[in-house]
C-alpha cells in the first residue's frame, strides 16, 4: 500500500483512485469525502480527505460518519433478502400476509416485490406527515396502510422518496420480528464489524459530518428540469419528496439521525459501504450476505424505463437500483444504491468489485455526478 496525498492509502496498481479522489477537490467542489474499494473482497482503496464544514478546521477523517440518504435503501434490500433466503419472506406473496391492514383502498393483492421496486403506486401519501411523525414510526406507516395508489400498481414504476422506507421497514419489522435498523445493526453490520446505522447510536453522534446543500446554479446555468419539476405543488415528484414536511435544520441534528428511516437516513462510512456490498458478492472474513442465487434473483430487472416520479430513466432490480444513464455505477451488472447529493454504494460480481463513497457538500440531483463518475472510470481502468 502506498500513503495518498490527501489521506489513506490504494494498493499499487490503483493510484488513477487516488489521483480522481484528489481531483475532485480541485475541480468539482469537493468539501469532505471518503472512498473505498474492494477487489475480490480485498480492500485495494482507502481514502479520506477535505474537512466537515466549508471553510472548517476539523478535518474529514477516516473515522468520520456521514448520512448518506438513499443510499440506505440498498442496505434494506440487503436485509429483506437474507430474509428471503432464511425462507422467511416471499417477494411475491401478497403484503397482507404480513401486514393485513395494508388492504385498505383496494390493495389487498399488491406483492411484497412491487414495494421494493417501485411499482406499487405509493411513491407518496397524502396525509400531511412532519417530522414526529417520522420519529414516530407509526404515523407513517399507518398512513400508508390507509393510502390510495396514485397508478394502477404494476403497470408503472415511480421513485417511493420517503415511502420505500416505511412500507419495506415494516414488512421487515413484521417478518423478522425486530426493526430494520435493529436486524442491519445485529444481523449485517455486527458481523461484518462495519460502521453503518439506521437508527444512530447518540453516543457516536459527534462523529457525523453535517450534511451540506447543492450550492446555487451560477448565473447563466441552463435550467434544472428537476429543480422545475420538484417546485411544482401539482407533480407527483413533489408530493413524493415533500411530504414528510421536515425543516432542513432537522436532518442535521441527532433527533432525525437517532430515528429509523429506512428510505434516507442510515448513517456509516465508505468502508462500512463498500464492506457490506463486498459481502453481497463474496466471503468477508468467513461471511456472505447473500447466496448467488439470492443475488441472481435480488439484481433481475424489475422497473426500467420512464420513472413518474424522477422524470427520467431510471431501472430497479428488487430493492437495488441497477445500471442506468444519470446513475450509472460501474455500468451493466452493478447493482447497490445512490443517496441524493451523490454518495453511492454498489458492488459488481462478474469484476467482483465493490465501491463506498460518501460526501458532505450534495450535488443537484439532476444528472451524472462528475465526484463519482471520475473515481469509477479511474478503477474501471485500473482493471483493464
Not at 4 to 19: D, L
Not at 51 to 77: I, R
Not at 197 to 224: C, H, S
Not at 309 to 330: I, W
Request: overall charge negative.
Amino acid at each position: 500500500m502506498i500513503e495518498t496525498k490527501v489521506g489513506g492509502s490504494v494498493a499499487a496498481g490503483f493510484e488513477p483512485v487516488q489521483e480522481a479522489f484528489a481531483a475532485n477537490f480541485e475541480r468539482h467542489g469537493e468539501v469532505g469525502a471518503a472512498c473505498c474499494i474492494h477487489l475480490h473482497g480485498r480492500r485495494v482503496v482507502d481514502l479520506w480527505g477535505g474537512v466537515t464544514t466549508p471553510g472548517g478546521s476539523e478535518p474529514y477523517t477516516a473515522d468520520t460518519l456521514q448520512m448518506v440518504w438513499s443510499t440506505t435503501k440498498g442496505v434494506v434490500a440487503m436485509a429483506a433478502h437474507m430474509l428471503a433466503q432464511e425462507g422467511k419472506l416471499d417477494f411475491d406473496a401478497p403484503v397482507t400476509d404480513y401486514w393485513p391492514e395494508f388492504a385498505a383502498e383496494g390493495k389487498a393483492t399488491i406483492p411484497v416485490r412491487w414495494l421494493f421496486c417501485h411499482k406499487s403506486g405509493l411513491a407518496a401519501v397524502d396525509r400531511p406527515l412532519g417530522l414526529d411523525d417520522v420519529l414516530a414510526w407509526t404515523p407513517c406507516v399507518e398512513a400508508l396502510a390507509a393510502q390510495r395508489p396514485y397508478w394502477e400498481p404494476g403497470t408503472a414504476h415511480g421513485y417511493h422518496t420517503w415511502t420505500y422506507g416505511w412500507l419495506a421497514g415494516e414488512v421487515i419489522r413484521r417478518v423478522a420480528g425486530v426493526t430494520v435498523g435493529e436486524f442491519v445493526a445485529k444481523r449485517i453490520a455486527k458481523p461484518l464489524q462495519a460502521e453503518f446505522w439506521i437508527g444512530l447510536p447518540e453516543a457516536t453522534n459527534a462523529r457525523v459530518a453535517p450534511v451540506l446543500p447543492p450550492l446555487p446554479e451560477p448565473a447563466g446555468a441552463p435550467a434544472d428540469p428537476w429543480a422545475a419539476r420538484l417546485a411544482d405543488p401539482n407533480s407527483l415528484a413533489h408530493k413524493s419528496w415533500a411530504n414528510p414536511a421536515i425543516p432542513p435544520a432537522a436532518f442535521n441534528e441527532y433527533p432525525f439521525r437517532g430515528a429509523e428511516v429506512p428510505a434516507g437516513n442510515g448513517i456509516g462510512s465508505a468502508r462500512a459501504l463498500s464492506r457490506l456490498y463486498a459481502a453481497c458478492i463474496g466471503p468477508i472474513d468467513g461471511i456472505r450476505l447473500l447466496e448467488p442465487g439470492t443475488l441472481d434473483h435480488a439484481t433481475r430487472t424489475q422497473a426500467h424505463g420512464l420513472d413518474l416520479v424522477q422524470g427520467y430513466e431510471t431501472q430497479f432490480g428488487t430493492g437495488f437500483q441497477l445500471a442506468f444513464p444519470f446513475r450509472p455505477m460501474a455500468g451493466a451488472g452493478s447493482f447497490g444504491h445512490y443517496g441524493s447529493g451523490g454518495s453511492v454504494g454498489f458492488a459488481h460480481s462478474e469484476l467482483g468489485i465493490s465501491f463506498g463513497y460518501v460526501m458532505n457538500q450534495m450535488r443537484p440531483v439532476y444528472g451524472r455526478d462528475p465526484r463519482t463518475s471520475g473515481l469509477v472510470e479511474a478503477l474501471l481502468s485500473c482493471l483493464r
